[in-house]
């Protein structure tokens, strides 16, 4: 297929669809075939312009509505995602190779949820109480949107991330210029068309383009804000660019997720649910069940049950019925993970995959390694693939241990029997979550974030909400 008949994604900006004003473009592939489906634009500095001011123009009307005004305005995105959910679902199947079904059932469910809750919690804002902490002085708290919130979505969830980006965003007050991923921007374009029918033109602008898009968004005078979904390295970069001028940053970045199993655990229960949790969506996910520590008596049992496991884990096309995940979302991506699995110490062992699947897309299989040390590079850095490491402890004190010796901090599980032992490791546990006899539900009224490499701010509850609004301080006098 040549350029000229590639479908043409366009960026959606101060109520418009609108090609990059240089004219610039960028193929984007299906990873599920390898091949180019689309253009989208490569958007520079006058791209970023337009859209920041049409964010910020469209800002003071969208400011002063009040919140039940903002709710019924999200209710009706939700409504429509819901009545156009097939069509999201092609998008993003045709962005990531995602399998069909459980697109359908695992994201699209929870993103219209997530939007409805936000458009609740546009109406539930809690402050101290107003009074007088001096005599002849009355004092309020106001919570007030920020601004123009710049915001970049990465490529694992593209609408989902997207959805926990806009929608405290709008539901604040705020309004939002979003960059989704060079890589998958089809479902995000159209979330721009369903958006952009139901709220005022300039209120939520799309912009499509690589990482120099990116910087040019976070660097930019007008937003107060800038939110990112990403890697530790560009989370770095966003803080340090935002830096500059004193922009609120919220960022949500890696992990490497330790799943503490204890002797007393249900062995084929926790292999069952860590399998599922590491190896969905091709273990592309921050808060995936990637590293295994399992005590020493029953880490021969637990390694055979997740091994065989993985061997009867399927990965394929989008439309296989049969298959838990699709490809990884790219050829760096493809090998990056390879990359892993090739340079693995002598110690180590694979028991299960440790390859690529196919020569068509980026597939790779389920993969389970074992014998591994604490300081081997697969244990300190993130993979992001369908890989899952497993190493033993002797006791409580060195789980611990290795559960907290790595730089990532966003979530984490705990399987045993014992309440009182679940307690103590999810005081000592240094994560953003901890899971018990569970990992990776997620729920709208729950805060997800991390703490150290993992960044900082929480999506999704009411916590994620109160990140886009600041507090002010008034005061008056009762003489009048």
Same mark, same amino acid.
């Given at each position: 297929?040549?350029?000229?008949?590639?479908?043409?994604?366009?960026?959606?900006?101060?109520?418009?669809?609108?090609?990059?004003?240089?004219?610039?473009?960028?193929?984007?592939?299906?990873?599920?075939?390898?091949?180019?489906?689309?253009?989208?634009?490569?958007?520079?500095?006058?791209?970023?312009?337009?859209?920041?001011?049409?964010?910020?123009?469209?800002?003071?009307?969208?400011?002063?509505?009040?919140?039940?005004?903002?709710?019924?305005?999200?209710?009706?995105?939700?409504?429509?995602?819901?009545?156009?959910?097939?069509?999201?679902?092609?998008?993003? #199947?045709?962005?990531?190779?995602?399998?069909?079904?459980?697109?359908?059932?695992?994201?699209?469910?929870?993103?219209?949820?997530?939007?409805?809750?936000?458009?609740?919690?546009?109406?539930?804002?809690?402050?101290?109480?107003?009074?007088?902490?001096?005599?002849?002085?009355?004092?309020?708290?106001?919570?007030?949107?920020?601004?123009?919130?710049?915001?970049?979505?990465?490529?694992?969830?593209?609408?989902?991330?997207?959805?926990?980006?806009?929608?405290?965003?709008?539901?604040?007050?705020?309004?939002?210029?979003?960059?989704?991923?060079?890589?998958?921007?089809?479902?995000?374009?159209?979330?721009?068309?369903?958006?952009?029918?139901?709220?005022?033109?300039?209120?939520?602008?799309?912009?499509?383009?690589?990482?120099?898009?990116?910087?040019?968004?976070?660097?930019?005078?007008?937003?107060?804000?800038?939110?990112?979904?990403?890697?530790?390295?560009?989370?770095?970069?966003?803080?340090?660019?935002?830096?500059?001028?004193?922009?609120?940053?919220?960022?949500?970045?890696?992990?490497?997720?330790?799943?503490?199993?204890?002797?007393?655990?249900?062995?084929?229960?926790?292999?069952?649910?860590?399998?599922?949790?590491?190896?969905?969506?091709?273990?592309?996910?921050?808060?995936?069940?990637?590293?295994?520590?399992?005590?020493?008596?029953?880490?021969?049992?637990?390694?055979?049950?997740?091994?065989?496991?993985?061997?009867?884990?399927?990965?394929?096309?989008?439309?296989?019925?049969?298959?838990?995940?699709?490809?990884?979302?790219?050829?760096?991506?493809?090998?990056?993970?390879?990359?892993?699995?090739?340079?693995?110490?002598?110690?180590?062992?694979?028991?299960?995959?440790?390859?690529?699947?196919?020569?068509?897309?980026?597939?790779?299989?389920?993969?389970?390694?074992?014998?591994?040390?604490?300081?081997?590079?697969?244990?300190?850095?993130?993979?992001?693939?369908?890989?899952?490491?497993?190493?033993?402890?002797?006791?409580?004190?060195?789980?611990?241990?290795?559960?907290?010796? #790595?730089?990532?901090?966003?979530?984490?599980? #705990?399987?045993?029997?014992?309440?009182?032992?679940?307690?103590?490791?999810?005081?000592?546990?240094?994560?953003?979550?901890?899971?018990?006899?569970?990992?990776?539900?997620?729920?709208?009224?729950?805060?997800?974030?991390?703490?150290?490499?993992?960044?900082?701010?929480?999506?999704?509850?009411?916590?994620?909400?109160?990140?886009?609004?600041?507090?002010?301080?008034?005061?008056?006098?009762?003489?009048?």
């Amino acid at each position: 297929m040549t350029t000229s008949e590639l479908r043409r994604l366009r960026n959606y900006i101060d109520g418009e669809f609108r090609d990059a004003a240089d004219g610039r473009t960028t193929e984007v592939v299906n990873p599920a075939t390898g091949e180019a489906y689309a253009t989208a634009p490569l958007s520079g500095q006058a791209d970023v312009d337009a859209a920041m001011a049409a964010a910020e123009a469209a800002f003071p009307a969208w400011r002063d509505l009040v919140p039940g005004e903002r709710q019924k305005y999200l209710l009706k995105i939700a409504d429509a995602f819901e009545e156009r959910a097939e069509e999201l679902i092609a998008a993003e #199947v045709e962005n990531t190779g995602k399998p069909i079904g459980l697109t359908r059932s695992e994201e699209i469910p929870p993103m219209v949820d997530q939007i409805r809750f936000f458009a609740g919690a546009a109406r539930m804002l809690e402050g101290r109480s107003a009074g007088e902490y001096m005599d002849g002085l009355t004092s309020i708290i106001r919570r007030e949107p920020i601004g123009v919130c710049a915001q970049v979505a990465p490529w694992n969830y593209p609408m989902m991330m997207g959805v926990w980006k806009f929608a405290p965003a709008l539901a604040a007050g705020n309004t939002v210029v979003l960059k989704p991923s060079d890589t998958t921007p089809a479902s995000t374009v159209l979330m721009a068309e369903i958006i952009g029918s139901v709220v005022p033109k300039g209120v939520f602008n799309v912009v499509c383009g690589d990482r120099d898009t990116g910087r040019a968004m976070v660097e930019h005078k007008t937003p107060a804000m800038a939110s990112i979904t990403g890697s530790v390295r560009a989370g770095m970069q966003v803080a340090e660019s935002a830096s500059k001028d004193l922009k609120r940053v919220h960022l949500e970045l890696g992990g490497k997720a330790p799943v503490v199993v204890f002797e007393d655990a249900d062995i084929a229960k926790a292999a069952e649910g860590i399998a599922e949790a590491g190896y969905f969506n091709a273990g592309q996910d921050c808060t995936a069940a990637t590293r295994v520590l399992v005590h020493a008596s029953v880490h021969d049992e637990f390694v055979s049950a997740l091994a065989k496991i993985a061997a009867e884990t399927k990965t394929g096309q989008p439309d296989d019925e049969d298959v838990l995940y699709g490809p990884l979302n790219n050829p760096n991506q493809l090998r990056q993970v390879s990359g892993f699995i090739e340079r693995l110490p002598a110690h180590a062992k694979v028991e299960a995959g440790g390859h690529r699947v196919g020569d068509k897309g980026y597939f790779y299989a389920a993969t389970v390694v074992s014998g591994l040390k604490q300081d081997d590079e697969i244990i300190q850095n993130e993979v992001f693939g369908p890989v899952i490491t497993v190493q033993s402890f002797e006791d409580e004190e060195q789980a611990v241990a290795y559960a907290n010796g #790595v730089d990532y901090a966003l979530a984490s599980s #705990v399987w045993t029997k014992d309440h009182g032992r679940a307690m103590r490791m999810s005081k000592v546990l240094d994560f953003g979550c901890v899971w018990i006899n569970t990992h990776i539900p997620l729920v709208a009224e729950m805060p997800h974030g991390g703490f150290k490499k993992s960044g900082y701010g929480k999506d999704l509850s009411g916590y994620g909400f109160e990140d886009y609004t600041r507090i002010k301080h008034v005061m008056t006098s009762l003489d009048g």
